[in-house]
C-alpha cells in the first residue's frame, strides 16, 4: 500500500526567509503524481504545486519549488521569500495515474510565518 | 469551467441519529470522486472513493457508507451517528486518466455529533 510521511507536525520560519517542509512516500509503481496542498484557516484546500514522476525537472510555481527525487522517494517544498499568507497546513499527497487511482495524503505540517 | 459543491457546510446531529452528506460536480464527466475525513489537527483520512456510477471502494470500515447513484453526484451515509463520527468532511473529485489529475476540493462539511 502507498503510504505518505509528513515528519515535520510544525514549522516557522522568519517573513522573507526560505523554509523547506519534508515528504516521503512510499510505492512500487513508476507513474505517479505527487502534489502539495495548502489548507489555510478557512480549511479549504488549495493545489500548491504537483510534480508528475516521469518528469525529472523538478516543478516551480513562483515562490514554491519542489526538490523530487525519484530514487529516494523523496519530494520537498521549498518555500522562499515567506509571507505571512503562508502560514497554513500544508499537505503532501500521492496519487497514481489512470482509472483506479486514489489519493494519498500524509498527515500535514503546519507553518507558522513570523515577522 | 468545472465546479464542486458540498452541502451542508456545518451540521449538528445528536448521537444514533442519521446521516446524508451530498457532493455534486459540474462541468466534468466521469470524474473520480471521494470522501475524506479531517480530524481536528490531523491529516486527510480517504474513506471512500468512486471511479464510477455505483462502484465505491471502502478504505476504511466504520459505520459510515457512500453512494453514486449518478456521475457527477457522490453521498455520505449513516444510519446511525457515533460521538467518534465528528469531524471535517472534504468531497473531492479528479479527473481519471493520465494528465490533469490533481484534486479539486468542496468546501468541507463541520460535522458535530452531540
Known amino acids: 500500500a502507498q503510504t505518505v510521511t509528513q515528519s515535520q507536525p510544525e514549522m516557522s520560519v522568519q517573513e522573507a526567509e526560505t523554509v523547506t517542509l519534508s515528504c516521503t512516500y512510499d510505492?512500487?509503481?513508476?507513474?505517479?503524481?505527487l502534489f502539495w496542498y495548502k489548507q489555510p484557516p478557512s480549511r479549504q484546500m488549495i493545489l500548491v504545486i504537483r510534480?508528475?514522476?516521469?518528469?525529472?525537472q523538478n516543478a516551480t510555481e513562483n515562490r514554491f519549488s519542489v526538490n523530487f527525487q525519484k530514487a529516494a522517494k523523496s519530494f520537498s517544498l521549498k518555500i522562499s521569500d515567506s509571507q505571512l499568507g503562508d502560514a497554513a497546513m500544508y499537505f503532501c499527497?500521492?496519487?497514481?495515474?489512470?482509472?483506479?487511482?486514489?489519493?494519498?495524503f500524509g498527515t500535514g505540517t503546519r507553518l507558522q510565518v513570523t515577522l | 469551467s468545472q465546479t464542486i459543491h458540498q452541502w451542508p457546510a456545518t451540521l449538528v446531529q445528536p448521537v444514533g441519529s442519521p446521516l446524508s452528506l451530498e457532493c455534486t460536480v459540474e462541468g466534468t464527466s466521469n470524474p473520480n470522486l471521494y470522501w475524506y475525513r479531517q480530524a481536528a489537527g490531523r491529516g486527510l483520512q480517504l474513506l471512500f472513493y468512486s471511479v464510477g456510477i455505483g462502484q465505491i471502494s471502502s478504505e476504511v470500515p466504520q459505520n459510515l457508507s457512500a453512494s453514486r447513484p449518478q456521475d457527477r453526484q457522490f453521498i455520505l451515509s449513516s444510519k446511525k451517528l457515533l460521538l467518534s463520527d465528528s469531524g471535517f468532511y472534504l468531497c473531492?473529485?479528479?479527473?481519471?486518466?493520465?494528465?490533469?489529475?490533481?484534486?479539486?476540493f468542496g468546501q468541507g462539511t463541520r460535522l458535530t455529533v452531540v
Open positions: 499527497a500521492y496519487g497514481l495515474t489512470g482509472t483506479a487511482s486514489k489519493l494519498t
Open positions: 510505492t512500487s509503481e513508476s507513474d505517479y503524481y
Open positions: 510534480q508528475e514522476a516521469y518528469k525529472q
Open positions: 473531492a473529485w479528479r479527473k481519471a486518466g493520465r494528465y490533469d489529475t490533481e484534486a479539486f
